[in-house]
């Protein structure tokens, strides 16, 4: 059952005008489940308490299921997929006009690329999701072939926030679990190399911090029971 702050808070961010799927996408980059906002959004009144609601902070990362990226994480997606299909697109375009002197070939095929990218980029988004269990980290990612990866958190040597320049125009963060035998490559547009199964991109900052924070603490302390 969603808690009383989040009732409070849906409530009086309706009560300012903001519509529900605004809400639903900004409880989602803090880290709130889906199924919670949902039920939090389908009561028709809930009971306002005594205090002021606070903007939503979920409380622990422990077990609560797989949570999904930031919404904005189509954005980057989208670009990324762009920057790798442009130039393909560009000449497959520049071949049709050559050949048949019709420039709305071209243009087609370039439109083609743009609408593809973006419902990659949605099906990309829809299914990365990660979780912090008892045992350790967990993702799982892929569109076509999934992939699925666990890190125990004896392994963890280092984690680090990284943002790129397509991360901070959409003020996002990547995070980047380090492992032992693993190196990464910190680049003009992110984090890449052999970091990618560590790699949670398309954070808040703010949840980015708190995943470093959470993940550091429970690598101390898996570390020490091993001892």
Do not use: C
């Amino acid at each position: 059952m969603a808690n009383q702050q989040l009732f409070d808070y849906i409530k009086q961010q309706l009560q300012q005008g903001k519509s529900k799927e605004e809400i639903k996408n900004e409880l989602l980059g803090a880290g709130w489940q889906e199924t919670d906002i949902i039920q939090a959004l389908n009561v028709p009144s809930p009971i306002q308490s005594s205090d002021h609601p606070s903007p939503p902070q979920p409380s622990s990362f422990v077990s609560t299921g797989m949570r999904q990226l930031n919404p904005k994480a189509v954005w980057l997606f989208f670009l990324r997929s762009v920057f790798v299909f442009l130039f393909i697109a560009i000449w497959i375009g520049l071949g049709f006009i050559t050949a048949f002197g019709s420039l709305w070939i071209g243009l087609l095929i370039f439109l083609a690329v743009l609408v593809f990218s973006f419902i990659w980029a949605k099906l990309t988004y829809h299914f990365y999701r990660y979780e912090l269990t008892d045992a350790g980290f967990r993702k799982e990612l892929g569109v076509i072939s999934k992939k699925y990866v666990t890190i125990p958190y004896d392994r963890i040597q280092n984690v680090d926030i990284y943002r790129g320049i397509l991360a901070r125009i959409l003020g996002l963060s990547d995070l980047n679990i380090q492992t032992a035998g693993m190196s990464a490559t910190v680049g003009r547009f992110g984090v890449s190399g052999g970091g990618a199964e560590g790699r949670l991109p398309a954070l808040s900052r703010k949840t980015a911090e708190q995943i470093r924070d959470e993940l550091i603490q429970r690598a101390r302390q898996a570390k020490n029971q091993g001892l």
